[in-house]
Structure formats: structure tokens, C-alpha cells
């Protein structure tokens, strides 16, 4: 068995390649159902999976189905302004810590 040990980014080639620069696992996705796809080869190869913003909203239950998994921790990039990601942030923040005491205050 083979040990997880990437981090794995998803998302649109212009969105990915800063990232692939930095020395992440890149899986570029130009619909919903490549991210899907991408999604499913990554958590077979990443300890940690990052996803844009654009792709999150349409992978909620693929992305759940991670939710009690150890690896791969799935994780939307929060985008400006708050939105989707920042909700699975919030989200996940709760869940490891116990308590919303990150953002309680932006309610």
C-alpha cells in the first residue's frame, strides 16, 4: 500500500498552474464532471485535496462521501468575499475544533 503524501489541487488549467509551480499534484477540470473524475483520482493519490470555488457547489456529495474519512481531507479555497468555500472552511474549522471560533464574530 502506497502512503499518501501530495497535495492535490483541482481546478481550471489558469487556475492550477500556480499552484503545479509550487510543487502541488495538479488535476485540471473544465466541467463539473472532469472535477468529479479528478476528484476521485486524487483521493487515490493525495493526503490533502484543494478545489476552486467554481467546481465545489456541484461536487457537494462527492466531496461528503470524504467527510469521514481520514485522508483525503477535501478542501474548498475560500474565494473573495466569502461564498461557498468559505462556508466549507467555516465548516471544517467546526468540525475539528468543536466550536465556530473562527467566525463567529461574521455571522
Not at 38 to 44: D, F, Q, T
Not at 47 to 64: H, K, Q, V
Request: charged share 25%; with cysteine; net charge negative.
Amino acid at each position: 500500500m502506497s502512503e499518501k503524501n501530495k497535495i492535490g489541487v483541482i481546478g481550471r488549467r489558469g487556475d492550477v498552474l500556480t499552484f503545479q509551480a509550487a510543487g502541488f499534484a495538479t488535476y485540471q477540470a473544465e466541467s463539473v464532471s472532469d472535477a468529479a473524475e479528478m476528484l476521485e483520482k486524487a483521493a487515490a493519490e493525495c493526503a490533502i485535496i484543494f478545489l476552486t470555488p467554481e467546481y465545489a457547489a456541484g461536487l457537494a456529495e462527492e466531496i461528503a462521501r470524504y467527510d469521514t474519512m481520514l485522508t483525503p481531507a477535501v478542501i474548498c479555497l475560500p474565494e473573495k468575499g466569502g461564498g461557498v468555500g468559505m462556508a466549507m472552511l467555516r465548516r471544517a474549522a467546526e468540525k475539528a475544533i468543536g466550536a465556530d471560533i473562527l467566525f463567529r464574530d461574521n455571522t
